[in-house]
């Protein structure tokens, strides 16, 4: 009894902290029965925006297959060039998934009102230009066809197309090719125009928000754009031909896949079981993935000639109306071992597997409840996760919807090992063998003896040619839907206040600041109920010379303390780990951290593994052209020059011994953790360290003085791991040429204050530049405190003075708008909003949040992009004009083009 409690126990407190978290998210209803919701989180500067539509995969029909993913596609471009230009700002991605289709953007709320405009527009009143329709669809053809002569749409269709027989066009896996090829562009625009009409309606849509915004105003927001967009009366059962199936297709389970183009030594198996329920597929796919695991144990030990668990793979789906638990495998090839004989005993022991222990089935659901926390581990991961599920949700209401979602989720606490394992036991699952053909010729009749159908890829998708024959006896008969009139809300336009200042506030409580005993400063910033803690450790070192050896150490350091979730940063003035890990996980990684830096030690094996990986990491960066000639103007004493690699081991044992050096450090950390607690586990497995020197202040890396045209030298790199003798016979034979498309750069000085106003700047003139230039790429890289000086870069161009020319055209145009009394205002918030939604974005999580928190730390304010956002939200167009006029010059600090240009 003891344990049943205390299993309850856990489940209640689980249960509990979800309720509270979906408990904060607002929830309205307008009355032509469009859902919002809305979470506030006033850590996030943007808004998460998130509209989406149950118009995905699952709602195609047989002769409207590929036209939804190509709407979704298209939807955007019903706006006008002043929405598209708000569309662009804010990024809008737009995707097509299995129940519905979605369409996000990280939206400032300074232009939340225009964004919302311009996607009412898009819904209420869809115009699609017939250029834009062909575009597309011509493209998506393209790509269909390439698409279906793969070996992925052989797989893929055929697995789909048996499993689903019935609807196999319901699911995204190969139907497009022949089907989606056969309309005109006028059939196209009609299919398009019937799916706006019939499936883009507000009871069929809702709208998800998270950042940090007033509820009410956002249901003002709402109820002004959305709130003349009017429900379609049509039904939606009747609104496209549907295609019968006639033939009569095996309901055999069992199947071999055959091509040439398989590898000769490796059996592949999909084994898929389709009677769980999602929590079930959900908790055996986490139970068979653990490396401990009775699945992974006995595949990999016995006569199954699978060599690890990287050679195996389970995993979950969940659609609207389907869950399957999918187990995958390679396995070698032994000519005295039958495929069919290995394809049974993988699914023997996968039904042997799932008849869990209580000590297993316990790790599943802990493994489960940590993956679920860290799918809401912020409020914009829970925004989206809840937009996935209303997808496939059925409930009326919004607040059914929220208590279904709770319900459904976490369902896998209610579990029990026994009812999972009688389903496990019971049901024949789909197997399908993939085999080269001439494998699979030697043993033929043993598949036909045990029921196992032949799969080529003539019949994979079997329904292909019988759909075209169908399609062809009968006249297509598509009618444009009706377009609906415009209709405008005059309403008030919404009035912000100053949005700056209250995400100051909203945040600045959230900062410490402390120092341990040894001088090592410590910067933390709270955000509670985000489930994990991002853990900064900068490094800087004493000496130029040294900086190489520190990178290299920093990556080894990475490594030692986690597989997964590590990454190291270089930085002007260093490098800096960062560690990501569940909020149970803090002391550990700190712990781990503080050992690599102090009792590791490196043999010279070790250091011939890192080298390799650091050179090789170098090498890759050489082959980033702009980062190339960036690097070989600001550092070109280390960078691509003679000295190509990295390999002195003495000097890397001498450099790591200098670590041991307080004075070197600072940390930082982000996330769901008490600032008194971390504070007192960094004192804890740092503390210890001495400070040998003095602590050096950053100082900012100042451009040097230089001719007003750099010419600079691109080393190009072709590589390649196959040989002459196995290339295709169609590849291309490589001349010699002297026309490159090398990058081009333009650099500036920067002011030694108002950085976040010159880079709204840099962004700004980034953007209008790349608009002039037809096929080439622009970029920017930011003054920050450690670099004094800003940069816009561009690629894919022939001549690098067409650049130079665009930039200068793009500058005069900014000025000129800055400078007119009826224009400065507009033009000033747009390069407001940009530098916002660039900057800002990275609020939404707390890996993107301590990048944010570590520039301010160069100058020991960690919360410097909070007053980052208020100095841009204050600046005048008159302010944007001096600055122009005294940074940004026609020819910059100094420009930069290749010698090949």
């Known amino acids: 009894m003891k344990k049943i409690f205390l299993f309850a126990s856990v489940f209640f407190i689980f ?13 309205f209803t307008l009355k032509n029965g469009l859902s919002i919701y809305v979470l506030k989180d006033e850590t996030n500067a943007l808004v998460y925006t998130e509209f989406v539509c149950k118009a995905g995969i699952s709602s195609q029909t047989s002769s409207t297959a590929g036209f939804f993913p190509l709407y979704t596609k298209l939807f955007h471009t019903s706006a006008d060039a002043e929405h598209q230009d708000i569309f662009d700002l804010c990024n809008l991605k737009s995707e097509c998934k299995a129940d519905g289709a979605s369409y996000t953007a990280e939206v400032p709320l300074e232009s939340l009102d225009a964004f919302l405009e311009g996607l009412a527009s898009c819904v209420n009143s869809p115009s699609i230009e017939q250029d834009a329709i062909q575009t597309e669809y011509f493209q998506m053809r393209k790509n269909s066809l390439e698409y279906s002569q793969s070996l992925s749409a052989f797989i893929n269709s055929s697995i789909d197309s048996r499993i689903f027989s019935k609807e196999p066009w319901k699911h995204d896996t190969g139907i497009y090719a022949p089907l989606f090829n056969s309309y005109s562009p006028s059939e196209v625009r009609s299919i398009l125009y019937k799916i706006a009409n019939d499936y883009y309606v507000p009871r069929n849509s809702a709208l ?12 003002q927001l709402c109820e002004k754009n959305f709130g003349s967009w009017k429900e379609n009366k049509k039904s939606l059962s009747d609104n496209f031909e549907e295609y019968e199936k006639e033939a009569s297709v095996s309901s055999g389970k069992k199947f071999v896949l055959i091509s040439d183009e398989f590898s000769p030594q490796y059996t592949q198996l999909v084994v898929q079981f389709t009677s769980l329920t999602l929590s079930q597929a959900d908790l055996l796919s986490t139970s068979f993935s653990r490396e401990d695991s009775l699945f992974i144990e006995k595949l990999t030990s016995g006569s199954m000639m699978i060599p690890s668990s990287q050679y195996v793979n389970a995993s979950s789906i969940q659609n609207k109306d389907h869950s399957r638990l999918i187990l995958q495998s390679l396995i070698e090839y032994n000519s005295t071992s039958f495929p069919q004989k290995q394809a049974e005993s993988f699914v023997q022991i996968a039904k042997e597997a799932a008849v869990l222990k209580r000590k297993n089935f316990i790790q599943a659901q802990n493994d489960l409840k940590l993956k679920y926390e860290l799918q809401s581990a912020n409020s914009t991961m829970l925004c989206s996760t809840l937009a996935d599920f209303w997808l496939m949700s059925d409930s009326p209401s919004p607040q059914n919807f929220l208590q279904e979602y709770n319900r ?3 369902n896998f606490q209610s579990l029990n090992e026994k009812e999972i394992a009688k389903k496990m036991l019971s049901e024949d699952p789909y197997i399908f063998v993939l085999l080269n053909t001439r494998v699979y010729k030697a043993y033929e009749k043993q598949f036909k003896e045990n029921g196992y159908e032949l799969v080529t890829e003539k019949n994979g998708s079997w329904y292909t040619n019988e759909l075209l024959a169908k399609i062809s006896q009968n006249e297509k008969k598509q009618n444009l839907a009706e377009k609906k009139d415009d209709e405008k809300i005059n309403a008030e336009d919404f009035i912000h206040g100053d949005q700056a200042e209250k995400f100051y506030n909203s945040n600045i409580e959230s900062f410490f600041n402390f120092e341990l005993e040894n001088g090592i400063p410590l910067y933390i910033k709270e955000v509670p109920h985000s489930q994990t803690v991002c853990i900064g450790l900068k490094i800087n070192p004493k000496e130029e010379a040294d900086s190489e050896e520190f990178e290299v150490l920093s990556d080894y350091i990475a490594k030692k303390c986690s597989k997964e979730n590590a990454f190291t940063e270089s930085q002007f003035n260093g490098t800096m780990i960062v560690l990501e890990v569940h909020k149970d996980k803090v002391e550990e990684t700190l712990k781990n951290l503080s050992e690599a830096i102090v009792f590791a030690k490196i043999t010279p094996t070790e250091a011939d593994e890192i080298f390799s990986g650091y050179n090789y990491k170098r ?10 000639m960036q690097s ?5 004493q280390k960078s691509f020059g003679k000295k190509q690699t990295l390999d002195d081991y003495k000097k890397l044992v001498e450099t790591y011994n200098k670590l041991l050096d307080a004075s070197l450090y600072s940390i930082i950390a982000v996330g769901d953790v008490s600032s008194q607690d971390f504070k007192t586990l960094a004192e804890k497995y740092f503390g210890f360290i001495k400070e040998v020197s003095e602590r050096d202040f950053v100082q900012p890396y100042v451009l040097e003085e230089s001719t007003k045209i750099k010419n600079i030298e691109i080393e190009h790199t072709f590589t390649t791991d196959k040989s002459a003798a196995s290339a295709p016979k169609e590849s291309p034979v490589l001349i010699p040429t002297k026309e490159f498309l090398d990058p081009a750069q333009i650099y500036f000085d920067s002011p030694e204050y108002n950085l976040a106003v010159f880079n709204s700047l840099l962004m700004e003139l980034c953007r209008r530049t790349e608009k002039k230039l037809d096929e080439a790429n622009c970029s920017f890289f930011e003054a920050k405190n450690s670099f004094a000086g800003g940069i816009i870069s561009c690629e894919g161009i022939k001549k690098a003075s067409n650049f130079f020319d665009a930039y200068k055209e793009a500058k005069n145009e900014l ?10 205002e507009d033009t000033a ?3 407001k909003s940009l530098w916002i939604q660039k900057k800002l974005s990275g609020t939404k999580n707390n890996f993107e949040t301590l990048l944010l928190v570590a520039e301010g730390t160069e100058k020991n304010k960690a919360e410097q992009y909070l007053l980052d956002y208020i100095d841009v939200q204050n600046t005048e167009a008159e302010d944007y004009v001096q600055l122009l006029n005294d940074y940004f010059t026609a020819e910059g600090k100094f420009r930069a083009k290749s010698k090949n240009n």
């Open 208 to 219: 998800f928000f998270c950042g940090n915004i007033d509820e009410e105003k956002i249901y």
């Open 619 to 628: 090498f890759l960066e050489k082959g980033n052209l702009t980062k190339q």
């Open 15 to 27: 249960t509990a902290r979800l309720f509270s978290q979906t408990k904060e998210v607002k929830t």
């Open 815 to 824: 000025l000129a708008e800055l400078s007119n009394d009826e224009k400065k």
């Open 632 to 636: 070989k103007i600001l550092f070109p």
């Open 829 to 831: 918030k747009k390069i």
């Open 408 to 410: 459904t989720i976490y």
